[in-house]
T-cell receptor, first 108, second 113 residues
Framework: SQQGEEDPQALSIQEGENATMNCSYK?????LQWYRQNSGRGLVHLIL?????REKHSGRLRVTLDTSKKSSSLLITASRAADTASYFC????????FGKGTHLIIQP | DTEVTQTPKHLVMGMTNKKSLKCEQH?????MYWYKQKAKKPPELMFV???????INESVPSRFSPECPNSSLLNLHLHALQPEDSALYLC????????????FGPGTRLTVT
């Protein structure tokens, strides 16, 4: 069963704009993670937010978590062409269960 | 060194072949994972090793056989695969199972003919 469902499935924005991706999940979690994947390569960990945290920042990334709504969002500010990638939320106590992902395209 | 390496990068094999995928990490991580990813889909968990012991097998067919020879190495032995097994196979490691970030290798792109 999938832990997360991302929304939107695809997003295309202009360079410099902000990009927001949402993730909804069904079961209780201890933490939620976000990963980036460039063009069918390995995944890169972006940020981990624990269930007792509401917001977390890392550079141009901001993640929020609403456990009452079972949802999380990832905000990328001042987007760059290099941010073009697929973004996945994931959860799980041992191995990760990934959401379907959002494919983000940054137009120059 | 925060790198997970995987070999080979690409593999083409027939349905009667036996091959192995290799994964290595030198971060002292005690948990290692195999994931399978089909095109335009998210990765799906296959196996979890914790302290060199298999802790999770997500009902993977027996034609996939994992092995953890030591704390740094993880293998995936392949035998009598089907064309639908063609996918990107990703290895990952983490400090332990639980609330830890996972570090992924670049993957092995497998084509079964």
């Amino acid at each position: 069963s999938q832990q997360g469902e991302e929304d939107p499935q695809a997003l295309s924005i202009q360079e410099g704009e902000n990009a927001t991706m949402n993730c909804s999940y069904k079961t209780s979690i201890n933490n939620l993670q976000w990963y980036r994947q460039n063009s069918g390569r390995g995944l890169v960990h972006l940020i981990l937010i624990r269930s007792n945290e509401r917001e977390k920042h890392s550079g141009r990334l901001r993640v929020t978590l609403d456990t009452s709504k079972k949802s999380s969002s990832l905000l990328i500010t001042a987007s760059r062409a290099a941010d073009t990638a697929s973004y996945f939320c994931a959860g799980g106590a041992d191995g990760l269960t990934f959401g379907k992902g959002t494919h983000l395209i940054i137009q120059p | 060194d925060t790198e997970v390496t995987q070999t080979p990068k690409h593999l083409v094999m027939g349905m009667t072949n036996k091959k192995s995928l290799k994964c290595e990490q030198h971060m002292g991580h005690r948990a290692m994972y195999w994931y399978k990813q089909k095109a335009k889909k998210p990765p799906e968990l296959m196996f979890v090793y914790s302290y060199e012991k298999l802790s999770i097998n997500e009902s993977v067919p027996s034609r996939f056989s994992p092995e953890c020879p030591n704390s740094s190495l993880l293998n995936l032995h392949l035998h009598a695969l089907q064309p639908e097994d063609s996918a990107l196979y990703l290895c990952a490691s983490s400090q332990a199972t639980g609330t830890y970030e996972q570090y992924f290798g670049p993957g092995t792109r497998l084509t079964v003919t």
